[in-house]
């Protein structure tokens, strides 16, 4: 899951069809236009047998704010090796207080930070 994102920060379209499951794998991928993505949250993952799931969050600048991606995507395993299924996104704004962590990533409040 966390290798899929990194291929979507380092726009590897390849890497992601080759992860995405034969079902619901689109013929032609393009990342140009996706977001400069900054930050990650696994918020949640569930497994049951060949079974998987995992919530997350991916932050990107929007403007001067921030955008986020929420999707809890599903996996399934064949042979050892997990595919992306399908997911359910969601999309929305982020509104940082000054004393939560920045959503750019750096480990520092949002007021010491890219405020
Ligand atoms: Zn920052």
């Not at 929305?92 to 959503?103: A, H, M, S, T, V």
């Amino acid at each position: 899951m966390r290798s899929r994102y990194a291929a979507f920060v380092l726009k590897l379209p390849d890497y992601l069809r080759a992860t995405w499951h034969e079902s619901s794998r689109p013929e032609t991928l393009s990342l140009e236009d996706s977001p400069d993505w900054t930050s990650l949250q696994i918020l949640d993952t569930n497994q049951s047998g060949d079974r998987g799931s995992v919530l997350f969050r991916a932050v990107y600048r929007l403007g001067k704010g921030w955008g986020f991606l929420e999707e809890n995507s599903d996996f399934v395993r064949e042979q050892g090796r997990w595919y992306y299924l399908r997911g359910d996104t969601s999309e929305g704004q982020l509104k940082p207080g000054r004393n939560e962590p920045c959503p750019c990533g750096s480990g520092r409040k949002h007021k010491a930070c890219c405020l």
